[in-house]
């Protein structure tokens, strides 16, 4: 079966950086766009940024604009985000998501009832 394993949350302080990741398995991880969502406590999952299936296709919210990267591997099966001047605000749980690709006109998908994968989630907090 489809698994989506995520890894490299933490606590850090504002202004720091991580790196999370996301291991595909059970897929053909190149015939999926991807993605990364995030919950808060009390507020709804929120799209963060999406990859398309070749890596040649990225969009973000503006909230992480310039300071977030997302990026893939498909010969590892991964998918990457690297999330710098990290402020308080990103504190949430991180999720990664799959969805079969898009035609290269179409832009990527960034509602959560699009996706079809999802991993379990891998806690961020960033203290002031």
């Known amino acids: 079966q489809v698994q989506l394993v995520e890894s490299g949350g933490g606590l850090v302080q504002a202004g720091g950086s991580l790196r999370l990741s996301c291991a595909a398995s059970g897929l053909t991880f190149s015939s999926y766009d991807m993605a990364w969502f995030r919950q808060a406590p009390g507020k709804e999952r929120e799209f963060v940024a999406a990859?398309?299936?070749?890596?040649?296709?990225?969009s973000y919210v503006d909230s992480v604009k310039g300071r977030f990267t997302i990026s893939r591997d498909n010969a590892k099966n991964t998918v990457n985000l690297q999330m710098n001047s990290l402020k308080t605000e990103d504190t949430a749980v991180y999720y990664c998501?799959?969805?079969?690709?898009?035609?290269?006109?179409?832009?990527?998908?960034?509602?959560?009832?699009?996706?079809?994968?999802w991993g379990q989630g891998t806690q961020v907090t960033v203290s002031s």
């Open positions: 990859i398309g299936w070749n890596g040649s296709k990225t």
């Open positions: 998501a799959g969805t079969s690709r898009r035609p290269f006109y179409l832009p990527l998908r960034s509602q959560s009832r699009e996706y079809d994968y």
